[in-house]
T-cell receptor
Framework: NAGVTQTPKFQVLKTGQSMTLQCAQDMNHNSMYWYRQDPGMGLRLIYYSASEGTTDKGEVPNGYNVSRLNKREFSLRLESAAPSQTSVYFC???????????FGSGTRLTVV | SQELEQSPQSLIVQEGKNLTINCTSSKTLYGLYWYKQKYGEGLIFLMMLQKGGEEKSHEKITAKLDEKKQQSSLHITASQPSHAGIYLCGADRLAQGGSEKLVFGKGTKLTVNP
């Protein structure tokens, strides 16, 4: 099925470890986004990529880096994980302005 | 800062009752989105509104955007347990370079008791 695929679905990290969350879409969408969701906070934008080759900071970028590897893939990296980064991470994509956003099923990350 | 205010934060209704969730912005809403999220799952797209006064319906759910494009409401008629979940409103915001980003309210948790 066409859509946004996130891997892994679950991950447990120790404080200080690094990891990369992967996101891929097969809808030929131009824009891609990374969000984190915490209880009572809604979804907060971490980074986004309006088009291939560009990335910009969102509301909560500290502690994260991103790479728009190609038009399909947008990865989120935690260089040194902290317990405050325990969250559910969602990736989304969008064709262009005026169109809706499609979300992945999420990655549940726990940092101990 | 939270650009979108959702109310109420949580709502408990009896099956069969109607309910309304509101989403308010201090800035003009150019693209307003409603999503539903089942506990522990991803976001399901419900509706997108762009024009002042626009109204869309799908099954028993109706979403409206006011004429001033600063407030949207989501109305559920004759609620069912399957309507339970978290409802999120999101809005397009212009970002650097003219691109757009989607920002969200904190969500409304809906419980429907049988």
């Amino acid at each position: 099925n066409a859509g946004v695929t996130q891997t892994p679905k679950f991950q447990v990290l120790k404080t200080g470890q690094s990891m990369t969350l992967q996101c891929a879409q097969d809808m030929n969408h131009n824009s891609m986004y990374w969000y984190r969701q915490d209880p009572g906070m809604g979804l907060r934008l971490i980074y986004y990529s309006a088009s291939e080759g560009t990335t910009d900071k969102g509301e909560v970028p500290n502690g994260y880096n991103v790479s728009r590897l190609n038009k399909r893939e947008f990865s989120l990296r935690l260089e040194s994980a902290a317990p405050s980064q325990t969250s559910v991470y969602f990736c989304a994509s969008r064709r262009t302005a005026g169109y809706g956003y499609t979300f992945g099923s999420g990655t549940r990350l726990t940092v101990v | 800062s939270q650009e979108l205010e959702q109310s109420p934060q949580s709502l408990i209704v009896q099956e069969g009752k109607n309910l309304t969730i509101n989403c308010t912005s201090s800035k003009t809403l150019y693209g307003l989105y409603w999503y539903k999220q089942k506990y522990g799952e991803g976001l399901i797209f419900l509706m997108m509104l762009q024009k002042g006064g626009e109204e869309k319906s799908h099954e028993k759910i109706t979403a409206k955007l006011d004429e001033k494009k600063q407030q949207s409401s989501l109305h559920i008629t004759a609620s069912q347990p399957s309507h339970a979940g978290i409802y999120l409103c999101g809005a397009d915001r212009l970002a650097q370079g003219g691109s757009e980003k989607l920002v969200f309210g904190k969500g409304t948790k809906l419980t429907v008791n049988p």
